[in-house]
């Protein structure tokens, strides 16, 4: 035994110090492991997690207007814009040279588009002065000032201008301050009228009814899943078949026909009304609301739920139940105290799949949902689609990104993420 | 002879079978055309896309991607890939894809066909180029139907019958945007139908706007797809309803259910085709040849067989026929017969182009509370 403490470090058959060898032969099993991973590890890197920071970017950045005027965002700086009087000769020269660049290259009108979403009626103001200025020469039709004030009364107003040097520079918190009910104002961040605050309405809603949605799930999934779980398996399979169909088939099908269930003159209240359980006249509103949104994505999202926590229970023995009982627990002390403890990684692998699948769902709150039952996920579609305004969607993205990590972390830290278990 | 020769020889009679196809114009041999889908899509492909091909001999490939253009343009754009050629849009969607320079400019004067009197497309089309980048197609309008059966003896014949809940009690379905309904709204709360934009360019006019609807709110199911009203009328979860004239059309004329028009105020929009930027000079010159076949007099008027929107150019209107599977004549469904339009209320795009974003802020979270 003496021997070896004696002469030296542990050699390995080579005559390579052992633990040199040892680390070298770890490092290769790492190279080897990310080199069978890298196939995946680049694809997500470069279809996913690179397009989603591109995309989140553009929540604070605002190159346009310092590229597209850039003479008259310098010239602009110099204007003191709480003096109450408009900016002098020179701020309108720079807007005239300018203006005739981007007249040239047909950007005007993106600014205007841009400058819209701060102050409404920036967008025809540029369209429209775009056609007077087109016929403009630079060099003989000074000064500009009048000249712009025939085009349009819009620029002989102070807020325009305000607008424009409060957005002229490269990054703006505008979007993010706009995605909480907030506008950038020449006086720094302030509330949005009332009458136009409705995001953070619609972030609260998505998250209390996600989390109403995720407890109707597990409600009704854990009987079921229980069932898969304790039958033989060739009635559990085709109990399997009947949880699968519905998975299989597509979610516009399965929204259209909860409307087909759910509406005034449907399939339910046509029931009710015959058994006599409510009158023709009240017939019952289950669609187009709050319910009908819970109903249809409980139904959608159900086999997410299912399949994780059936897998977890068919790892845990019957016999552990019976093992209780026979030690003197009742039915009750047996399930909760012996069953239920096994069973909770299921349920959070089910519960986490579905809250953050059904905090992004825009389809069925869109269909069924009405006015009161859509999810800020809708807005989003509006700004990405309809708006164009990708700035304001991506500082609502963002939002979006951060409360799930947020919750994930609030998850972790109470119920323990190595708690959850997909099978 | 030689490999090499069989080869040069066999490929100097391929260039001169080609040739000819270069020759005109050097034009791409496929098309990419992106509409709505459904009846109207099949309408296009009938009157323009099927004649257009057997003509050239070129493939169209239909996108039914309309609804979600002007999104998608804008990424092919930054991404530098366009790969749509012409694309079916609504005027409001172009003005908003030329203001963001994503539609070419183009001139009536050139790239349109002249009508066959001569009259050129400028005045052919007259009032609707809307914009600089947008060749019209059809008008449509957005109006009302109602149920036969539910509304009593004496059926809705005004606007304002709408938000009358006492003589027209029951459900009514209203689109999901402040479009079109913030306009009805004011009309029927004593706005004169020329003051109405600006009216409601102010904050004030458009709380007098949501008051007024908002005495209807609890009896509103809002739509947000052209198929809800017509669906919703078939089940009689509503008594009336707007949607798209089209829609309608097919309700009552191919479906045969017991559902009317009211045409009153009803509102006028129009449909065209854009043409996008960052096209190779091939595909672009395919793309204008084929506007040029496809938004000439006849075609438009062909067109009205299959759908019941009207043809965007004057000179097409005389040529509109009977409906190619029915037999019934077209002209007394088109939104714009004169029995139609005797109050017609007139959709002003500028004003909604710079208040759309702000304006709808604030329905929708007026919808929310």
Known sequence: ?423 | MSFTKTLLVSTAVAAMAVGPAFADGHMANELTIVSWGGAYSKSQKLAYHDPYAANTGITIINDDSSAEAVAKLRAMNEANNVTWDVVDAEAADAIRLCDEGLAMEIDPDTMLAAAPDGTSARDDFGALLVSECFIPQIVYSTTFGYRTDLVGDTPPSKICDVFDLEAYPGKRSLEKRPINNMEWALLCDGVAKDAVYDVLATPEGQDQALAKLGTIKDSVIWWSAGADTPQLLADGEVIMGSTYNGRLFSLIVEQNQPVAMMWDAQVFSLDGWIIPTGLSPERQARALDYIMFATDTQRLADQSKYISYGPARASSAPLVGKHAELGIDMAPHMPTDPNNAKNTFLYNLEFWADYRDDIDAKFQAWLAK
Not at chain 1, 8 to 23: E, F, M, Q
Not at chain 1, 191 to 198: D, F, L
Not at chain 1, 235 to 242: D, H, S, V
Not at chain 1, 331 to 348: D, E, K, L, M
Request: glycine share 6%.
């Open chain 1, 1 to 423: 035994m003496s021997d070896s403490t004696a002469t030296g470090p542990v050699l390995a058959a080579d005559g390579t110090p052992l633990k040199k060898s040892l680390a070298q032969a770890l490092r290769r099993e790492k190279t080897r492991a990310l080199l069978l991973i890298a196939p995946l590890l680049i694809f997500v890197l470069i279809s996913f997690i690179f397009p989603i920071g591109k995309m989140l970017f553009r929540s604070v950045e605002n190159d346009i207007v310092a590229d597209t005027i850039p003479l008259t965002v310098v010239e602009l700086a110099k204007w003191d814009a709480s003096s109450g009087e408009l900016p002098n000769e020179d701020v309108y020269a720079a807007m005239a040279a300018d203006m005739v660049v981007a007249i040239a290259a047909k950007a005007h009108t993106r600014l205007g588009s841009r400058l819209n979403y701060e102050q409404t009626g920036l967008s025809s103001l540029f369209r429209k002065s775009g056609r007077a200025i087109k016929k403009w020469d630079l060099a003989t039709d000074a000064p500009f000032k009048e000249k712009f004030l025939e085009i349009h009364d819009g620029w002989g107003t102070v807020e325009v201008w305000q607008t424009i040097q409060t957005h002229s520079g490269r990054k703006t918190s505008g979007y993010f301050l706009n995605a909480i009910d907030m506008q950038l104002s020449p006086d720094g961040p302030a509330a949005q009228p009332e009458s136009k605050q409705i995001l953070i309405t619609l972030f609260k809603r998505t998250m209390i009814m996600s989390m109403i949605i995720t407890i109707s799930c597990i409600l009704l999934a854990y009987p079921v899943a229980w069932i898969l779980a304790n039958l033989p398996a060739r009635k559990a399979n085709l109990l399997m078949i009947l949880v699968l169909l519905p998975f299989w088939t597509s979610l516009l099908v399965r929204t259209s026909a909860w409307k087909v269930m759910l509406q005034q003159q449907g399939v339910i209240n046509d029931i009710l009304v015959w058994l006599g359980l409510v009158a023709d006249a009240d017939r019952l509103v289950m669609i187009n609301n709050q319910t009908g949104t819970i109903i249809a994505m409980t139904h959608i999202l159900l086999p997410f739920m299912i399949l994780p926590m059936y897998s977890v229970m068919q790892t845990i023995p019957i016999t552990y139940l019976r093992a209780a009982k026979s030690l003197g627990a009742t039915n009750w002390t047996a399930f909760w105290r012996v069953y239920f403890p096994q069973s909770v990684p299921g349920i959070g692998a089910g519960s986490i799949l579905v809250f953050i699948l059904s905090i992004g769902y825009y389809i069925t709150p869109e269909i069924v949902g009405g006015t009161k039952g859509v999810f800020i996920s809708n807005r989003i579609a509006y700004h990405i689609s309809s708006s164009l305004n990708w700035g304001l969607a991506a500082a609502l993205g963002a939002i979006l990104l951060a409360l799930v990590l947020i919750l994930y972390w609030a998850y972790d830290k109470i119920v323990g993420i190595d708690n959850v278990k997909l099978g």
